[in-house]
């Protein structure tokens, strides 16, 4: 959950527990500041919120001090209104959603996490198929009338290679090299080949272009956590981790974390074949490569 302070006379946020609860211990904030988060009906005390009782018991524990009754620490319709007079605050379903509520997933727009994962898997199959045609490897391949048993050991035999060994080694940071490219991209026109295809983009939570310190945090979490450095097991386990994710709360965590936002355009029959005849390229040109 995402919450937004009022702090200097105008909207800050969205912050996390954690950073409410930073910003309480550094005094930025106060028991008294209005926040706000997704299912009030408008701006409270933070020590009338639910959500952030933990914190400010907490924060009076380390304290140590006596608080007045609840009653005399009110403001007044004075105290609430007069900073705010010159630059109000917008209604709460003006403020812009950065992290979904479980709740509310169902009531947000469709996430489509499997044209996500084709979209990753076309970015890592053309930069695969890229280093595979320029490396020069020949692999073997099944022959018509060969058991399944001897084709898999002689594809093992060639694996063990050196040249195959050097491969591998480049492709791991060829795939390492793409993420920073994927970053560049994603700051400059919000997409990727693979992204772009599928018809998604990245932007900021109010739909303007990521910043590259962003776009290059999100590439990398991706990296670490959506799809474990491409290895097995930990490529599964990332995929399952930002499905569940992402059909629960309607974000994958980095997104959450950045305040980034995933946007789809329709998916149709065009798209779709367009889909199909770039992965049939990429493919064709691998097999070419290994004749």
């Known amino acids: 959950m995402d ?8 909207k800050a946020g969205p912050f996390s527990i954690f950073k409410v609860g930073e910003l309480l211990q550094s005094g930025v904030a106060t028991i008294d500041t209005l ?4 299912g009030l009906d408008g701006w409270k005390p933070i020590r009338e919120i639910g ?3 933990l914190l400010r018991e907490h924060l009076e524990g380390e304290e140590k001090v006596e608080s007045p009754p609840l009653s005399s620490q009110t403001p007044s319709p004075e105290r609430v209104s007069r900073p705010f007079d010159r630059n109000p605050f917008p209604p709460p379903s003006a403020v812009p959603e950065v992290g979904p509520m479980v709740a509310s997933a169902a009531a947000s727009e469709p996430v489509h996490p499997f044209l996500r994962f084709w979209a990753r898997m076309f970015d890592y199959t053309l930069v695969s198929v890229i280093v595979f045609y320029f490396s020069g490897i020949k692999l073997p391949q099944p ?4 058991a399944l048993a001897s084709s898999l050991s002689r594809y093992m035999e060639a694996m063990r290679q050196p040249e195959v060994i050097a491969y ?13 490219v994927e970053s560049i991209l994603l700051h400059l026109v919000g997409t990727t080949p693979g992204k772009a295809i599928f018809g998604i983009r990245v932007r900021s939570a109010n739909g303007s272009r990521i910043s590259l310190r962003t776009s290059l945090g999100r590439s990398f979490y991706v990296y670490l956590l959506g799809v474990g450095f491409y290895q ?11 499905y ?3 059909v629960t709360t309607g974000l994958c965590l980095w997104d959450n974390h950045l305040g980034t936002r995933v946007t789809h355009s329709p998916i149709g029959p065009v798209r779709i074949l367009l889909a199909i005849f770039a992965f049939l390229v990429l493919f064709g040109l691998q097999s070419a490569a290994m004749s």
């Open 143 to 146: 022959q018509l009338d060969e």
């Open 35 to 38: 926040a706000w988060h997704r």
């Open 168 to 180: 591998t080694k480049i492709l791991v940071f060829s795939l390492l090299a793409w993420h920073v």
């Open 3 to 10: 919450f937004y302070l009022a702090l200097d006379g105008s």
């Open 244 to 246: 569940f994710r992402l």
């Open 232 to 242: 097995f097991p930990f490529f599964l386990i990332g995929a399952a981790f930002g």
């Open 51 to 53: 959500a952030l009782n």
